[in-house]
C-alpha cells in the first residue's frame, strides 16, 4: 500500500500536483474536460478520429508547457484556448465540411435531447432535437459552445464560464442570445 492519497477535486490543487509530478492528478483533468475539449474539436475538424486526434495533442501540448502555467486556478481556460489553436493550428477549420465536423456532437445532443420539456412523441422529440443541431451550426461558436456544453454535458453556466473563461454573465448573455437566435432560425424554418 502505498502513502499517495487521491488527488483533490479542484482543478488548482490538481494542476498543482500535476506541476509537481503527480500523473493521477493530470489525468483527473484529463478526465475531467476530455468530452468538453472533445466537443470543441467536433466543431473545427472533420470527422471523429481528427476529433480524437486534437484532443490528445491538445492534453500533450497542455502536459508539456503545465509547468508555464501560472494560475493553476485558470486551467480551464487555458486548456480551451490550447484547444481551439490546436485546431486552427492545424487547418482543420473548414467550413464546407462544417456539416460532416459535427456528426459526432450532433449524435450526443441527440441523445441528450430525449427529454425535451413538454413533449411527449418521440419522434416529435427527435425532428424538434434535429432542428435544433442544424439551427446550433448556423450560430457563432462563441454562442453555439455554451449551449452545445449544457445540452451535451450538462454543464452548469458557472462551469461553462470557467471553461470558456469568461464571467458567468457573459455566459448568461451568450446563452439568451444563443437562445434567441435558435428561436428566430427555427421561425424562419417553419414559416413558407
Excluded at 46 to 68: N, P, T
Excluded at 150 to 168: N, Y
Aim: aromatic share 6%; glycine share 4%.
Amino acid at each position: 500500500m502505498t502513502n499517495e492519497t487521491a488527488p483533490p477535486n479542484d482543478d488548482g490543487s490538481l494542476v498543482r500536483l500535476a506541476q509537481c509530478g503527480r500523473l493521477d492528478a493530470y489525468d483527473a483533468l484529463v478526465a475531467r474536460y476530455r468530452r468538453a475539449v472533445l466537443a470543441i474539436a467536433m466543431r473545427h475538424v472533420s470527422g471523429r478520429e481528427m476529433a480524437e486526434d486534437a484532443v490528445q495533442e491538445a492534453f500533450l501540448k497542455a502536459f508539456r508547457h503545465l509547468r508555464m502555467l501560472q494560475d493553476p486556478d485558470r486551467f480551464a481556460p487555458w486548456l480551451y484556448a490550447i484547444a481551439r489553436q490546436v485546431c486552427v493550428d492545424g487547418g482543420r477549420r473548414d467550413s464546407a465540411d462544417r456539416s460532416r465536423l459535427q456528426s459526432a456532437i450532433d449524435q450526443a445532443v441527440l441523445e441528450s435531447s430525449k427529454a425535451i420539456r413538454g413533449v411527449e412523441d418521440d419522434a416529435i422529440q427527435r425532428m424538434e432535437a434535429e432542428s435544433l443541431i442544424s439551427r446550433l451550426r448556423e450560430l457563432p461558436e462563441e454562442l453555439a459552445t455554451p449551449i452545445a456544453l449544457q445540452c451535451e454535458e450538462d454543464w452548469s453556466l458557472t462551469r461553462i464560464a470557467e471553461f470558456v473563461g469568461v464571467p458567468v454573465s457573459t455566459i448568461k448573455w451568450r446563452m439568451h442570445e444563443g437562445r434567441k437566435r435558435l428561436r428566430a432560425l427555427h421561425e424562419e424554418g417553419t414559416n413558407p
